[in-house]
């Protein structure tokens, strides 16, 4: 229980959760009672709320009602189909009787009759179904309207509950709402004043350990770091001092080592690759190499361009087969209409259509022939034409690129004229291009070899031109080398003239070196034709060696004297020229191995290179180290005198932190503490009341809304499947009035055929037995005939049906009255009307009670 100091302060904070509360019980136990009264329902403090109590007893009848009637009427409907299919056969048996006509044949005029009469009989039959389905149709209508008029009833019912259940609702928000708005107000007190000022000391509080705590581990590893850092020093130092000695070995080596080794491997591939006999050796093997190539595509371009002349030169032969046969084909059929005309005989006529259809076939094959011969000539035009056009074009294309760069006279002049030739290409090749049909196979075939050919001619000029151009190219390194043997010679010479005339140290020493130079000449140009008769000679061996596989082969395929002397003769020319091609390389044998040597000079000379570079590399690195291990002891030199520093500044630091710690923060820090913990009791025992009565009271009255809700919207549904069942059963009412109508129609049609057809000693034997009106009622049929005015005087025996209750009345009544009787109940048995009268006194007993609460709050505010 809060103390009095609490109920003050709640006074003074001007808090109304209490009375609040009082009149929220108030207010909901008056409307309780009241609605447990006018219900029937009494109430039980441990029981459900009242208003979901009365809900669900309000929607029990109605929707079983509903069922059961939605039921009922199906089955109606069900009934009225069945004597509707009963219907349709009797009618389909009166058209079928109407149609019989009279027999003197006995039995088939005694089955006649029988049938007329057994449909007469299930006609009255159909009549009492239809009768019997009326009345239950009826009566459905009147359960139907019953059913809605009590669904409506529960309508209403349920939404006077609704809006009882709703105000309930109301009363108890408002009360549970004045709580949570008293504890929103503390809430907010403390958010925006208590919490913030506690958080705020205690950050400060934190703070400041955290500060202390920071500038002690900060102590500790400012000292560790002093240390540190003068350990770094003496490592920098001696970096320094490693990376000095190791830039002075690394240039020694460079220099007594790598780099004579580097200048040596350059030197032995330059003088390999700049030899004068080598580049003529190299030369003359590529010019050797391109000659062969180009034999080569000469020989496939010959080749491509035979096989397109064959298929021409074939194309030409049909055409002189196909003339040929043509003629003969015209002289026999000359011969064949001479000797028709002497004798018109049937054989001679045959002999002279046959030679018709033979000069025919003749015809068409020249014609196809020369065809095929045409077009191949109109390809090798259109080649042509195509060939004419790329050159015109290049011409004037040059022609307008002179002209845009100088537009003189001369130059418009001749882009004219390339212009006009172009002009003629390109009419000329359009006109070829109009004259080739490509067809058939043939002419397909002639221009793929046509093509194939040119292909492979461009490609034989192409090779010969390279052929041509590298044999140039040796030949002008041999040229060269004789240029200069010729140049050495003159001035050996001119050197030995001078000798003569003054025979003196220094000329005999020019003659000397004039000598050495036209020897070094001959022997490179000695070299060079040495090559030749080498290259020569090897040509010679394969020559050979070809002639022997040849002697070989014949040999075997035709063994004789001949041919053995031939292989022996072929061998020893193959041993010979074996022998000569040693010989003719042994005086080359040092320039192609110096040639030979190149790769490993060279992969010597980028051993050596990398070996140099790399060094290199290793001092660049030394010494771009050595600048940064001496900026690095520059750095670990100031880095020590920094840490003392820190240690330094850090024990004042720490000295300042304590003192503010005891003199300021955590005095502040324990206030803020006391006014959080006193805000939070107070907020506590708001939220206890608001959980213990308020709340429980709100989620009750929810609770009772919605099954009240459910309740009216249950009654709701209810009422509109009530409506729906009157509907089907006003529309099944509809339906069997009508099939009573067409029933009767039916019998009465029956009635007319048994008169008309069926003796008069049979006819009525079926009238025996009762049926049933529209109503449901049973007539007693006794009479010897059976007609309409007998049916309409007639009294029925029937069972009065009230709505409600259960019994039967027999009464003995005509139809008229019968129906009068029905509609007078229908009235009288109405369901009787419900009131809730009592709940109004209920109600305002609640009001009192509301009341006396409202004044127990104002009370307890003064007190």
Avoid: C
């Amino acid at each position: 229980m809060p103390s009095s100091k609490v109920h003050f302060k709640l006074y003074k904070a001007k808090k109304n959760w209490v009375s609040a509360g009082l009149v929220t019980t108030a207010v909901l136990a008056g409307l309780t009672l009241g609605t447990a009264k006018s219900n029937d329902v009494v109430a039980h403090a441990d029981a459900t709320p009242v208003a979901t109590q009365t809900v669900n007893q309000q929607t029990t009848t109605p929707a079983s009602q509903t069922t059961e009637t939605n039921s009922a009427v199906d089955k109606t409907s069900d009934q009225i189909s069945q004597v509707k299919d009963e219907l349709n056969k009797v009618q389909q048996a009166n058209d079928a009787n109407k149609n019989v006509q009279k027999t003197n044949d006995a039995n088939k005029a005694a089955d006649q009759d029988q049938q007329i009469v057994n449909n007469h009989k299930a006609a009255k039959q159909t009549v009492k179904d239809a009768q019997d389905a009326q009345a239950t149709a009826k009566l459905d209508v009147d359960n139907a309207q019953n059913a809605v008029k009590q669904a409506q009833e529960n309508v209403d019912k349920t939404s006077n509950d609704l809006n009882d259940a709703q105000a309930v609702q109301n009363a108890a928000q408002e009360s549970y709402d004045g709580n949570q708005n008293a504890i929103t107000d503390a809430d907010k007190d403390m958010n925006t004043n208590i919490k913030p000022a506690k958080d705020k000391a205690d950050q400060a509080y934190n703070d400041q350990l955290a500060y202390q705590k920071q500038l002690e581990n900060g102590l500790s590893q400012f000292q560790g770091d002093l240390e540190n850092k003068k350990e770094a020093e003496k490592a920098a130092q001696t970096k320094v001092d490693n990376t000095n000695n190791a830039i002075t070995d690394a240039d020694n080596d460079l220099r007594n080592n790598i780099k004579p080794a580097k200048d040596a491997a350059d030197q032995a591939y330059n003088d390999a690759i700049n030899d004068q006999d080598v580049k003529y050796f190299d030369a003359k093997d590529a010019a050797k190499a391109d000659q062969a190539a180009a034999d080569q595509a000469v020989a496939q371009a010959t080749k491509s361009a035979n096989a397109a002349n064959n298929l021409k030169q074939a194309a030409q032969d049909a055409v002189t087969s196909a003339q040929a046969t043509l003629d003969a084909a015209n002289h026999q059929l000359q011969r064949d209409m001479s000797a028709w005309r002497h004798n018109r005989n049937h054989e001679n006529a045959l002999a002279v259509n046959k030679s018709k259809r033979a000069v025919q076939a003749a015809e068409d094959a020249l014609a196809a022939a020369k065809h095929n011969l045409d077009n191949m000539n109109n390809y090798d035009a259109l080649k042509q034409a195509q060939v004419a056009d790329q050159a015109t074009t290049k011409a004037l294309e040059e022609a307008n690129a002179a002209v845009a760069e100088d537009n003189s006279e001369w130059n418009q002049e001749a882009q004219a004229a390339a212009q006009s030739s172009f002009n003629t290409a390109e009419d000329t090749l359009a006109n070829a291009k109009g004259s080739f049909v490509n067809d058939n196979d043939s002419i397909a075939n002639y221009v793929a070899a046509k093509d194939k050919a040119d292909a492979d001619q461009v490609a034989a000029d192409q090779a010969a031109t390279k052929a041509t151009d590298s044999q140039a190219v040796a030949d002008a390194i041999k040229n060269a080398a004789q240029t200069a043997l010729n140049d050495a010679q003159h001035q050996y010479q001119r050197e030995i003239s001078g000798y003569r005339h003054n025979p003196s140290h220094e000329n005999a020493v020019r003659v000397n070196s004039a000598k050495q130079v036209r020897d070094n000449a001959q022997n490179v140009l000695d070299n060079m034709n040495n090559y030749d008769a080498y290259l020569a000679a090897k040509d010679n061996e394969n020559a050979k060696l070809n002639a022997l596989y040849q002697a070989q082969q014949d040999e075997q395929q035709n063994p004789s004297d001949w041919t053995e002397e031939a292989l022996d003769q072929a061998q020893s020319e193959y041993d010979d020229a074996q022998n000569a091609a040693v010989a003719a390389r042994a005086k080359v044998a040092d320039k192609l191995a110096l040639a030979n040597s190149r790769a490993s000079l060279k992969n010597a000379k980028d051993t050596a290179d990398k070996a140099y570079d790399d060094q290199v590399a290793y001092i660049n690195q030394l010494e771009a180290g050595l600048n940064n291990f001496s900026n690095d002891l520059n750095n670990a030199q100031q880095a020590v005198k920094d840490a003392q520093q820190k240690v330094d500044d850090t024990n004042n630091a720490i000295t300042d932190a304590d003192n503010d710690m005891k003199n300021n923060i955590a005095p502040a820090k324990a206030a803020a503490d006391k006014a959080y913990n006193d805000q939070v009791s107070y907020i506590n025992m708001l939220e206890d009341h608001l959980n213990k009565l308020t709340g429980p009271q709100l989620a009750a009255a929810k609770q009772a809304t919605a099954a009240a809700t459910k309740a009216h919207d249950d009654a709701v549904n209810a009422k509109t499947v009530a409506d729906n069942n009157l509907t089907k059963a006003n529309n099944n009412k509809a339906a069997a009035d009508q099939l009573v109508a067409d029933a009767q129609a039916a019998m009465d049609t029956a009635d007319a055929l048994v008169d008309e057809k069926v003796p008069s000693y049979i006819k009525h034997d079926d009238n025996q037995g009762t049926t049933t009106d529209d109503n449901g009622s049973t007539t007693n049929v006794n009479t010897p005939t059976d007609n309409e005015a007998a049916r309409a005087g007639a009294v029925v025996t029937i069972p009065v049906s009230t709505g409600a209750a259960t019994a039967t009345t027999p009464a003995t009544m005509t139809r008229a009255q019968y129906r009068a009787q029905l509609n007078s109940a229908a009235k009288q048995n109405a369901l009787p009307q419900t009131s809730n009268e009592d709940s109004v006194g209920i109600m305002a007993l609640g009001t009192v009670s509301a009341m006396f609460g409202l004044g127990l709050a104002a009370r307890k505010r003064e007190a």
